[in-house]
């Protein structure tokens, strides 16, 4: 057991959890619709529009679908890639502010996880390799990996409303 779970109460966390989920979790069929229709897009920092643009576009096959200037800062790009369903990954660079090196902190993204479809996620994980990308597989379903700026991604082959043989949907 590690120092950290050392000093965590394991039991009274999973019953915290039991607790809300039993407070505000409702069977499928008796939630009310969401008052959402999908998700635009998430938006992420480029540090080198091109080298993102290889990335998703050729290494992962998201294809761009717009590059325009970020409306909120002269000369910044904001640009957009298709994940699927509608669904949109955006960056914007911001030429001549530093903005640092990529940081995950508690509180922040941890990561974000894209579904796949099954029959493409092996080729996907060659596609990682043959470019030289560090990455690891979990449950046979997941890869996790960071990309140019070191935001760190998953691609998942659960169908989508589904992880690891649980229905979250």
Do not use: C, K
């Amino acid at each position: 057991m590690s120092t950290t779970e050392s000093t965590r109460d394991l039991a009274a966390l999973e019953q915290e959890r039991a607790r809300i989920r039993d407070a505000y979790l409702r069977p499928a069929g008796e939630r009310p619709a969401s008052t959402a229709r999908g998700l635009h897009h998430t938006a992420l920092i480029s540090s080198d529009v091109e080298r993102t643009v290889r990335f998703y576009q050729d290494v992962l096959g998201f294809p761009l679908t717009e590059l325009i200037e970020n409306r909120d800062y002269p000369g910044s790009s904001h640009f957009f890639f298709d994940i699927g369903h509608g669904n949109l990954l955006a960056f914007f660079d911001f030429p001549g502010l530093d903005v640092g090196p990529y940081a995950e902190v508690l509180g922040g993204l941890h990561h974000m996880a894209i579904s796949v479809e099954p029959d493409r996620w092996s080729e996907l994980v060659e596609r990682l390799t043959r470019a030289g990308v560090e990455h690891e597989v979990h449950s046979g379903v997941s890869v996790y990996f960071r990309d140019p700026d070191g935001a760190r991604i998953e691609l998942i082959a659960d169908p989508l409303g589904e992880m690891y043989g649980h229905h979250v949907l």
